[in-house]
């Protein structure tokens, strides 16, 4: 992880924009009054993405099994779902 401030990282985007996509770095650009940002990779960004979606489908499917194993569920006939 690599921290610059605004100033320098306009100087010489395109080598912190190199380091984001060919080293994996995740450069903080940090700015006045906290307002900071993060460049990181569109691989790195599309895993992180990845990652949040699978772990809120795995919470849904945890509760859907804690649901089922408690006996908290109404089975219906396939000819009332229609």
């Known amino acids: 992880m690599i921290a610059v401030n605004y100033s320098t ?16 770095e995740t450069i903080i650009v940090t700015r ?7 460049i990181l990779s569109l691989e ?4 992180l993405i990845r990652q949040k979606n699978n772990a809120a489908y795995m919470g849904m499917l945890q509760k859907s099994m804690a649901e089922l194993t408690e006996g908290n569920i109404h089975l219906l006939p396939l000819e009332e779902l229609k």
């Open 9 to 24: 990282i306009r100087n010489d985007l395109k080598n912190y924009c190199d380091k984001a996509t060919d080293l994996g």
């Open 32 to 38: 006045k009054e906290e307002k900071n940002v993060v």
């Open 44 to 47: 790195q960004y599309n895993d």
